[in-house]
């Protein structure tokens, strides 16, 4: 629920939930990784998703995204079970996801990553050529991938090897990589782990950027928490395997549990500046 003003008077404002996960199990050998895992994302939001390391939120991330299929539980994407399809038919229905490890072809330039990106990329082939429209295709695609190049501030690397990129930078493609498939929700696992300052200021301020730019619902996996504090709308918390909290940045860092869970510390829950 968001409070918004009408009329000079503070109303409730129900939000869509684009997905809904619950009761989410997925053991591996006999140790539950995820363990009856329940959490919202409502539709436009930056949700953060925070815990300690083996928490269980890249395996929570991996069945939402089709990479693993849970012993039980459900999860919904706009009102409809996902739970059992492959990661592909996931991500064409519009939730995509990255990577703690960016996955991009090094021996393709960075132009061309972004291509093999694009929503209905028809591929190359004989027939492809001869389609109708193809050309307008085309230059379609390449437009958006510079207009994402260019909002990364990568357009001076489009023909250099994605290889030869820095690790905060790959990030950056990868993040565009994502944007680029045109998604309803994409799914960040750790998008600031390993990215300089600079860099990283830069991906906040476009993940802001483009969800203000509508369309795009996002849920992040971030340790870094001053970071996620300033630019979320909710942030749910993982612990072993649970999510033991979901709510507004300022009462997450309130919360008992919550605090309890990163080794009685409110420090280390207490983000730099307001929410975003």
Do not use: C
Not at 13 to 39: H, M, S
Not at 41 to 49: F, K, P, Q, R, Y
Not at 144 to 170: C, M, P
């Amino acid at each position: 629920m968001n409070a918004s003003l009408r009329g000079g008077t503070a109303v409730e404002v129900d939000r869509t939930r684009l997905l809904e996960v619950r009761d989410i199990v997925k053991r591996f050998q006999g140790v539950a990784a995820v363990d009856r895992a329940t959490l919202n994302v409502a539709d436009g939001s930056i949700t953060a998703l925070i815990g300690p390391n083996g928490a269980g939120k890249t395996s929570l991330f991996n069945i939402v995204s089709g990479f693993a299929r849970a012993d039980s539980g459900s999860v919904r994407y706009r009102g409809r079970s996902i739970a059992r399809l492959p990661p592909h038919r996931v991500a064409r229905a519009g939730l995509v996801r990255t990577f703690q490890q960016p996955r991009v072809l090094r021996r393709l330039t960075v132009l061309d990553n972004l291509l093999l990106a694009g929503r209905r990329q028809p591929g190359e082939s004989f027939w492809r050529a001869l389609a109708p429209g193809a050309g307008r295709r085309d230059r379609e695609l390449r437009r958006r991938a510079l207009e994402l190049l260019a909002l990364v501030r990568l357009e001076d690397r489009a023909d250099a090897y994605a290889g030869v990129l820095s690790g905060g930078q790959r990030k950056l493609l990868e993040f565009v990589k994502a944007l680029m498939a045109e998604p309803l929700l994409v799914l960040l696992d750790e998008p600031l782990a390993g990215v300089n300052p600079t860099l990283r200021e830069l991906l906040l301020q476009r993940l802001r950027e483009v969800r203000a730019g509508g369309g795009i619902t996002f849920l992040v996996i971030e340790h870094d928490l001053g970071s996620v504090m300033r630019v979320s709308d909710e942030v749910a918390v993982m612990s072993q395997g649970r999510v033991i909290f979901q709510g507004p940045p300022d009462a997450t860092r309130r919360d008992p549990a919550v605090i309890d869970a990163y080794l009685g510390s409110a420090d280390a829950i207490v983000g730099s500046g307001t929410p975003g």
